[in-house]
C-alpha cells in the first residue's frame, strides 16, 4: 500500500509495482538488535536501557514478572512504542526506530497478540486467503479464479498449523487452540522473517500447549521466534535460550538450566 500512495521506505528503496521486501541483512548472525532502549510512561521507566540481540533462526524466550516490560519491548520492536532513547535494527541495516507500524511489518516482522483475533464468520482458508500478501495480480484478476498458486500457499499453510480437515470450518467454530493456530497460520501468509508471540500458549488444554511446542521448534531455523511466555514447562521446552526481564532490563540471559538457577531470578520471579 504505501508504494501506492508514493511513500519511500526508510532503507531508501522505493518500491514499484507489487511489495517488494528489502533483503534483511543476516550476514553477522543476528536478527534483531535492541541496544539501549528506554521507554518512560508518566516518569515511569518501562524500558531501562534494554539490551537484546536475536540471532536469525533463533527460538528466543523471554520471560519476567508482570509488569517487567515484555509487552512494552515488543512495542517497541514492532512501532506501536517509539523509545525516548536507543536503536533497533532488524539485521544489520533496516532501522525500525525511523519506520511506522505498517512499514515495519512490510519488511518481515509479524506479531501475534494474546487474544486471537480471527475472522470468525469466514471458514479456515478464508482466513488465510485474507491474510494473503498483497499482491498485483490479484487485483488484475479480481474477478477470476483463486490462482492455483495461491491455493497451494494456503494449503501448505493448513498442514503447518494442522487445520487441513477444518478448512471449510467457520473460524469461530475452532477451539481456542485452533484459533490461535489460525491466527499463526494468517502470520505465516506474509511470509515473515521474524515472529513476535505474546503468550501464545495461555489458556491452551496440556495437548494443544504441547502441540504449539511442536509447531514453534518447526517454524525456527527458517525463521526467527520471540516469544514471550509465562508456562515454564513450555519454555523449558522450546527454548534454547532464555531471556528474563525485570525492570524493563535484563535480568539473566541463558540456557533454562542457568536461569532456573540463578539466585536473582528465583528472587524476582520464579520463587523459591
Ligand atoms: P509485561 O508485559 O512484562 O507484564 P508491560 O510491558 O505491559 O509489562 O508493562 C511494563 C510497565 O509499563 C507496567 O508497569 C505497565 O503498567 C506500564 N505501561 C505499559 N504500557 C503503558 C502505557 N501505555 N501507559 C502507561 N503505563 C504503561
Ligand atoms: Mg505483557
Known sequence: MQEMLGIKNPIGRSTIGHVTKPEVDISHGPILYLEDISVSFDGFKALNGLCLTVDAGELRCIIGPNGAGKTTMM??????????????????????????????????????????????????????ELAMKYDKSVLKNLFSKRKQSQIQKITETMEIIDLVDQADRLAGLLSHGQKQWLEIGMLLMQEPQLLLLDEPVAGMTDDETEKTAKLFKSLAGDRSLVVVEHDMEFVAEIASTVTVLHEGSVLAEGCMEDVHSNERVIEVYLGR
Open 75 to 128: 512495542d517497541v520492536i514492532t512501532g506501536k512504542t517509539k523509545p525516548d532513547s536507543g536503536t533497533v535494527f532488524f539485521g544489520q541495516s533496516i532501522d525500525l526506530s525511523r519506520m511506522n507500524e505498517p512499514q515495519i511489518a512490510s519488511v518481515g516482522i509479524g506479531r501475534k497478540f494474546q487474544k486471537p483475533t480471527v475472522f470468525e464468520n469466514h471458514t479456515v482458508f478464508e482466513n488465510l
